[in-house]
């Protein structure tokens, strides 16, 4: 039994490290890909459970965006995201958090709001760059 607890405590490390070393707001598969390099033995399973719980915990942060795979941010903190519209690529948004809206749309529905998420959608700086290029 205590064999089986540590087992899932080095791979809850092993996934945890993986998403703070990549780079953005890797899915399950980015996560599972990156891992599989030095441990080919560890489950895709392991890796969605291990990441929810990550979440659950407060490690780190699940992103759902409507019809898209959950992205994993380890940014912990409330804040809000962009999402290019071309290329997919998602990046934080460096902006104060806007409390006042929770409590606009509270008072106004009488609703019971915990927070709200914000994705600013559009053409990121890199691919802006390759349009741009294509058109002159």
Request: glycine content about 2%.
């Amino acid at each position: 039994m205590t064999e089986k607890k540590t087992r899932n405590t080095m791979q809850k490390k092993i996934i945890l490290e993986t998403v703070r070393s990549i780079n953005g707001h890797p899915t399950v598969d980015d996560v599972y890909a990156e891992i599989t390099k030095t441990f080919s033995n560890i489950s895709k399973n392991t890796v969605y459970r291990n990441l929810r719980q990550l979440a659950a915990d407060g490690e780190i942060r699940k992103v759902s965006l409507y019809d898209e795979l959950e992205k994993y941010d380890n940014t912990c903190k409330i804040h809000y995201h962009f999402q290019c519209d071309v290329c997919g690529m998602m990046s934080d948004v460096d902006m104060n958090y806007m409390d006042n809206i929770d409590e606009a749309v509270r008072q106004k529905h009488n609703l019971k709001i915990d927070e709200h998420d914000i994705v600013f959608r559009g053409v990121c700086s890199e691919c802006k760059l390759s349009i741009d290029k294509k058109i002159d």
